[in-house]
């Protein structure tokens, strides 16, 4: 049985989310290969060829690909697929516009932003913003599924030595096209792999306490900047800093939950973090009923206190 | 040009969701029901693109149980000119649900498909990839804004680390996101004459599509509970606590 996981990257490195999805098709069983499809992609292909438990490497090297449109790499991915019991991606933005569109085209379900797995055909996924946990199992020959990275941890980055082999590019569909991105450039880590998250909820009352307030704390913590909706809605900050169930998933050692009440959404997107703090001046605001530490405070005294003593 | 707009009927997003004594599924009776947020999301854009002359009909459509004509009546009381109910009792997974869409879509012929990026019952995140899939066109997943002129649509997108903005050839499938717009409210006179609009009631047989499940649900379960800690006094038992014992902060 051979599985394939379609590498995450930029073209110039592999992004983390690609090692929690080898770590998913490790527990499938099985002989991993990695599926690299981009433009100039030569050290993603390298730095994929050293995950730990990879045996091979495949490389479509287009410039149709470099930018990563659904249509293009389906297509790729499908006409690659045989042989395979397994496609898995990581749920990012790319393998959740992607996968589904292979799956249709090979005729199997998806199985959605799997969190563990029971046996080769069968997988825990989260339903309902995370309120149930449905085990499902399929019926397919191709199983195609995307792995919610918080469910698995991240495998080796080094240590392996697989074949690097080049396969052929399809043709170029030419549907779609990118005219831009608008990245948010910040040096401190990325939401989705931070160790530490200070986010901010709508108790910061606008964008401006949100900035002097928060990014001293993450500063000195070398956290990652999360919001809640609320904030992202009231533009506090920019979307891709949303924590829940329609933006990021997210579980790391520490989040730290300012001035947010504590929504069914919110939740459904940290409660997975390993310690949870949550400092809100409404005892009665249903964060505390997840928060491992409570402070019942003025956050606009707490944060600067709490920074000044870290 | 004609824009077709699915729309689905799921658990009110204000409904605490409760799972079934027996791990069946969860409990769905006498609890209230309502239009999937980001397909209300989706009826609103098209409804913009009507009043800004670029559409000149829309069309919901919804797969499911009979019950499915309440969240049509409320796609037509936003203002969608006409409907159609896929009739069907079966639990109607996502790639049954883009099949007969696209079924739908070959009948109608509209040059977009607007739909939420997914369902917040199952979360699955899948149907509009999968009917772009089957209808070979382009797609425009998570959008924040839209802007369709000369043949094409240029679609700003939500992604990992910020936007992205593409340019996809009509005829096209657009999934929405939250910040596409805020959808209306149904006015009464409007809910009124959303009555009177035509409904049309297919079966999955008459659009030729098989619509067996694919995945066997073997249990649902709660998701272990997270217990509320302890209330630290202040700042300083704070760091201690996440120093000395939780051990996250050195």
Same mark, same amino acid.
């Given at each position: 049985?051979?599985?394939?996981?379609?590498?995450?990257?930029?073209? @110039?490195?592999?992004?983390?989310?690609?090692?929690?999805?080898?770590? $998913?098709?490790?527990?499938?069983?099985?002989?991993?290969?990695?599926?690299?499809?981009?433009?100039?992609?030569?050290?993603?292909?390298?730095?994929?060829?050293?995950?730990?438990?990879?045996?091979?490497?495949?490389?479509?090297?287009?410039?149709?690909?470099?930018?990563?449109?659904?249509?293009?790499? $389906?297509?790729?991915?499908? @006409?690659?697929?045989?042989?395979?019991?397994?496609?898995? $991606?990581? @749920?990012?933005?790319?393998?959740?516009?992607?996968?589904?569109?292979? @799956?249709?085209?090979?005729?199997?379900?998806?199985?959605?932003?799997?969190?563990?797995?029971?046996?080769?055909?069968?997988?825990?996924?989260?339903?309902?913003?995370?309120?149930?946990?449905?085990?499902?199992?399929?019926?397919?020959? %191709?199983?195609?599924? %995307?792995?919610?990275?918080?469910?698995?941890?991240?495998?080796?980055?080094?240590?392996?030595?697989?074949?690097?082999?080049?396969?052929?590019?399809?043709?170029?569909?030419?549907?779609?096209?990118?005219?831009?991105?608008?990245? %948010?450039?910040?040096?401190?880590?990325?939401?989705?792999?931070?160790?530490?998250?200070?986010?901010?909820?709508?108790?910061?009352?606008?964008?401006?306490?949100?900035?002097?307030?928060?990014?001293?704390?993450?500063?000195?913590?070398?956290?990652?900047?999360?919001?809640?909706?609320?904030?992202?809605?009231?533009?506090?900050?920019?979307?891709?800093?949303?924590?829940?169930?329609?933006?990021?998933?997210?579980?790391?050692?520490?989040?730290?939950?300012?001035?947010?009440?504590?929504?069914?959404?919110?939740?459904?997107?940290?409660?997975?973090?390993?310690?949870?703090?949550?400092?809100?001046?409404?005892?009665?605001?249903?964060?505390?009923?997840?928060?491992?530490?409570?402070?019942? $405070?003025?956050?606009?005294?707490?944060?600067?206190?709490?920074?000044?003593?870290? | 040009?004609?824009?077709?707009?699915?729309?689905?009927?799921?658990?009110?997003?204000?409904?605490?969701?409760?799972?079934?004594?027996?791990?069946?599924?969860?409990?769905?009776?006498?609890?209230?029901?309502?239009?999937?947020?980001?397909?209300?999301?989706?009826?609103?854009?098209?409804? +913009?693109?009507?009043?800004?002359?670029?559409?000149?009909?829309?069309?919901?459509?919804?797969?499911?149980?009979?019950?499915?004509?309440?969240?049509?009546?409320?796609?037509?009381?936003?203002?969608?000119?006409?409907?159609?109910?896929?009739?069907?009792?079966?639990?109607? !997974?996502?790639?049954?649900?883009?099949?007969?869409?696209?079924?739908?879509?070959?009948?109608?012929?509209?040059?977009?498909?607007?739909?939420?990026?997914?369902?917040?019952?199952?979360?699955?995140? !899948?149907?509009?990839?999968?009917?772009?899939?089957?209808?070979?066109?382009?797609?425009?997943?998570?959008?924040?804004?839209?802007?369709?002129?000369?043949?094409?649509?240029?679609?700003?997108?939500?992604?990992?680390?910020?936007?992205?903005?593409?340019?996809?050839?009509?005829?096209?499938?657009?999934?929405?996101?939250?910040?596409?717009?805020?959808? +209306?409210?149904?006015?009464?006179?409007?809910?009124?004459?959303?009555?009177?609009?035509?409904?049309?009631?297919?079966?999955?047989?008459?659009?030729?599509?098989?619509?067996?499940?694919?995945?066997?649900?073997?249990?649902?379960?709660?998701?272990?509970?997270?217990?509320?800690?302890?209330?630290?006094?202040?700042?300083?038992?704070?760091?201690?606590?996440?120093?000395?014992?939780?051990?996250?902060?050195?």
């Amino acid at each position: 049985m051979s599985l394939l996981v379609i590498a995450e990257h930029d073209n @110039a490195g592999l992004k983390a989310a690609t090692l929690n999805a080898v770590t $998913a098709a490790a527990k499938i069983g099985g002989e991993i290969h990695i599926l690299v499809a981009g433009a100039g992609c030569g050290a993603v292909a390298e730095q994929a060829a050293k995950v730990a438990g990879v045996a091979k490497v495949r490389v479509a090297d287009a410039a149709h690909y470099g930018d990563q449109t659904a249509e293009n790499l $389906a297509a790729l991915i499908v @006409a690659n697929a045989a042989g395979y019991s397994h496609i898995i $991606a990581a @749920a990012t933005s790319n393998g959740k516009n992607t996968l589904p569109r292979v @799956a249709a085209l090979l005729d199997v379900a998806q199985i959605s932003e799997i969190i563990s797995v029971v046996d080769a055909d069968t997988f825990v996924r989260p339903i309902y913003a995370g309120n149930a946990l449905a085990t499902v199992k399929s019926s397919d020959a %191709t199983k195609v599924i %995307t792995v919610r990275t918080t469910g698995f941890d991240a495998a080796a980055n080094s240590g392996g030595s697989a074949a690097v082999e080049a396969i052929a590019a399809g043709s170029d569909l030419g549907q779609s096209k990118l005219l831009g991105r608008e990245l %948010t450039k910040s040096a401190r880590p990325e939401l989705a792999a931070a160790k530490i998250i200070v986010s901010g909820g709508r108790g910061m009352g606008n964008g401006e306490n949100y900035h002097a307030l928060l990014e001293p704390l993450a500063d000195k913590l070398g956290a990652a900047l999360g919001a809640s909706r609320a904030a992202v809605d009231a533009g506090f900050v920019p979307n891709d800093y949303q924590v829940g169930q329609t933006g990021k998933i997210v579980a790391p050692q520490l989040y730290i939950a300012v001035g947010i009440s504590g929504a069914i959404q919110h939740l459904a997107g940290m409660k997975d973090s390993k310690v949870i703090v949550a400092i809100n001046k409404d005892p009665d605001a249903p964060i505390f009923q997840v928060a491992d530490y409570g402070l019942v $405070a003025d956050l606009f005294a707490a944060v600067p206190e709490l920074t000044a003593a870290l | 040009m004609k824009i077709l707009v699915p729309v689905k009927r799921v658990i009110d997003y204000n409904v605490k969701v409760r799972v079934k004594a027996d791990g069946t599924g969860v409990d769905l009776a006498n609890v209230k029901m309502s239009m999937n947020p980001f397909d209300e999301i989706a009826v609103e854009e098209a409804m +913009r693109l009507k009043e800004a002359g670029v559409a000149t009909e829309v069309v919901a459509v919804s797969c499911g149980v009979t019950a499915c004509q309440e969240t049509l009546r409320t796609a037509m009381a936003i203002g969608a000119d006409r409907s159609i109910l896929v009739e069907t009792d079966v639990d109607l !997974q996502p790639l049954a649900v883009a099949k007969l869409l696209a079924a739908v879509a070959k009948k109608e012929a509209p040059q977009l498909i607007i739909l939420g990026k997914q369902a917040i019952d199952d979360d699955a995140n !899948q149907t509009g990839q999968m009917l772009a899939a089957l209808l070979g066109w382009s797609q425009a997943t998570f959008a924040s804004k839209v802007v369709v002129a000369d043949g094409k649509a240029t679609v700003t997108r939500e992604v990992d680390g910020g936007l992205e903005t593409i340019e996809v050839s009509l005829p096209a499938i657009v999934t929405t996101d939250l910040r596409l717009n805020e959808p +209306r409210y149904a006015t009464l006179p409007n809910i009124m004459k959303a009555k009177k609009k035509p409904m049309e009631v297919v079966k999955p047989a008459d659009l030729g599509v098989d619509v067996a499940p694919r995945l066997a649900t073997v249990s649902v379960s709660e998701p272990p509970k997270r217990s509320a800690g302890i209330k630290v006094a202040d700042i300083a038992t704070l760091i201690d606590k996440l120093k000395n014992e939780a051990k996250v902060i050195a």
